[in-house]
C-alpha cells in the first residue's frame, strides 16, 4: 500500500510517520507493506498524488484548508482513498466532504489507525477484484484499460485512426472508426456520445455548460468540436 501523509505540523509529522513504521512491522504479513511519503505542504504533494492508494491529511487546526485540498484532489480525479485526522473536539460535517471520505481521530492511537490500514487494504483488494479491464487492439499491440481510466475516444474518420485519452496523461492512436469505438465501450453506460466524433465517459465531466464541457484532465472540449452538443446528458448506449 502506498500512503501520503500530508501534515503541515512537523511534530505531528514525525510522530504519524513513526506509527505507520511500527504498523509496517506488525501488520505487514497480513496487509502487505506500506511504502510512506511525507510531505509538509500539497504544493510538492499534489503532482504526485496520483500514485498513492490512502492520503493522510492532517492539517493543524484548520479544517476549511483540509477541505480545500480534498476538493483538488477530487478535482485531480486522485484514486486513492481520504482519510482527514481531525481533533476529537473538531467539528465535521461529513456532507461537506466527497464520497467514501474518512476520519481519524487525534492524538493518533495504535488500534484504531491498524483498524484503519486493514479497513484500506479489504477496500483496495476489493476494487482490484471490481475492476473492469477492456480490451483495446491495433495491428500491432492489445492494450488492457481499466473503463475508468478512459476519459474520451475520438474518431477521426477521413484517418481512419482513433485517438484514445486516458487519466494519468496517457494516451494512445490506433487504426478504426466510429464501429471500432462502439465495440470497445458500447456495454458501458457510463459513455456518451458528443457530436459524431466523440465518446466521453460521464464520470470525467467535470462541468458543463451550453457551449463546453471541462474533462477531469483539464481539457476543454467546446461547441464547435461537439457538433451536437444538445445530446449533452443522452446516454449513447442503452
Known sequence: MHIAVLADNVADRKQTERLL??????????????????????????????KYDLFLLDID?????????VAKLQELSAPGMIVVCKDTAEPYLRETAIQH??????????????K???????EIES?????????????????FVSKDDIIYAQCFEKEHRVHYVFDHQD???????????????????????FGKDYVVNQNHIRSHTKKSIQLSNGETLTYSSLQNLPLLGKLLFS
Request: proline share 4%.
Open 21 to 50: 513504521d511500527r504498523a509496517n512491522s506488525a501488520l505487514a504479513p497480513e496487509i502487505g507493506t506500506l511504502y510512506v511519503d511525507s510531505f509538509g505542504d500539497e504544493s510538492s504533494f499534489l503532482p504526485v498524488c496520483m
Open 61 to 69: 487546526h484548520d479544517m476549511a484548508h483540509c477541505m480545500e485540498i
Open 101 to 114: 471520505l474518512y476520519t481519524l481521530d487525534k492524538p493518533i492511537l495504535t488500534a484504531p489507525l491498524h
Open 116 to 122: 484503519l490500514l486493514r479497513d484500506m487494504q479489504q
Open 127 to 143: 476494487k482490484k477484484q471490481n475492476l473492469t479491464l477492456i480490451e483495446i487492439r491495433d495491428i500491432e499491440h492489445t492494450h
Open 171 to 193: 494516451a494512445i492512436d490506433i487504426i478504426g472508426n466510429m464501429d471500432d469505438i462502439y465495440r470497445c465501450l458500447g456495454d458501458h453506460a457510463e459513455f456518451q456520445m
